[in-house]
């Protein structure tokens, strides 16, 4: 594989259900984030991690957990999924955490759909 | 709060220029991206600027003026392929990106 791989593409979700949204980036960058994208307004990070065992809150990161135990995976975790939390997530990598230029590269989304 | 502000939508012709506008309001300033999304797919980079002034990179070119919290990208002989949405993103004073809701470029023939 070359870049970011997420799985699943789309999924339907009954509410209150527990769902794993996977993400694996083969780049070996060092940071990782989640974000959600919704019509008419712009990418919300979730949850970040600059390096492999440490993870960050973002801008909305309620009823969503992520885990950093390797370099390679970001995996994000509903707990019991609620209808508002029906977006496309878009895991996205960067080289470095920080920094001038960083750029972030973005897997191909999962589309969530909670009924 | 911070703030990024694009237009929603704009319409240009097959081998026209158009500029696509953007300004913002962050808690510091680490620099602007510019990334490119088509529909149904994931946002790809185009520039960053952290410099005032113009940076050009084949028929697309961005501008950056801090001290007016703008910047612009500019997208020369426009072709088909160009419809999609243009994200802009700052990076506030924790290098961490906030982005506006991007502008939906339709081109027509």
């Known amino acids: 594989i070359a870049g970011i791989t997420q799985a699943p593409t789309s999924q339907i979700l009954a509410a209150g259900r527990r769902m794993t949204l996977r993400c694996t980036q083969d780049m070996r960058h060092n940071a990782m984030y989640w974000y959600r994208q919704d019509l008419g307004l712009g990418l919300r990070l979730i949850h970040y991690s600059n390096t492999a065992g440490t993870t960050g809150k973002g801008e909305v990161p309620d009823g969503y957990s992520v885990s950093r135990a390797n370099t390679d995976d970001f995996p994000l975790t509903l707990a019991s999924a609620v209808p508002s939390q029906t977006s496309v997530y878009f895991c996205a990598s960067s080289d470095q955490a920080g920094g001038l230029g960083n750029e972030q590269f973005f897997g191909p989304g999962t589309r969530l759909t909670v009924l | 709060g911070q703030n990024i502000d694009q237009p929603t939508e704009m319409t240009a012709t097959e081998g026209a220029i158009v500029q696509i506008n953007c300004t913002y309001q962050t808690s510091g300033f680490n620099g602007l991206f510019w990334y490119q999304q088509h529909a149904g797919e994931a946002p790809t980079f185009l520039s960053y600027?952290?410099l005032d002034g113009l940076e050009e990179k084949g028929r697309f070119s961005s501008f950056l003026s801090r001290s007016k919290g703008y910047s612009y990208l500019l997208l020369k002989e426009l072709q088909m392929k160009d419809s999609a949405s243009y994200l802009c993103a700052v990076s506030d004073s924790n290098y961490q990106l906030i982005w506006g809701a991007g502008t939906k470029l339709i081109i027509k023939p």
């Open positions: 600027n952290v």
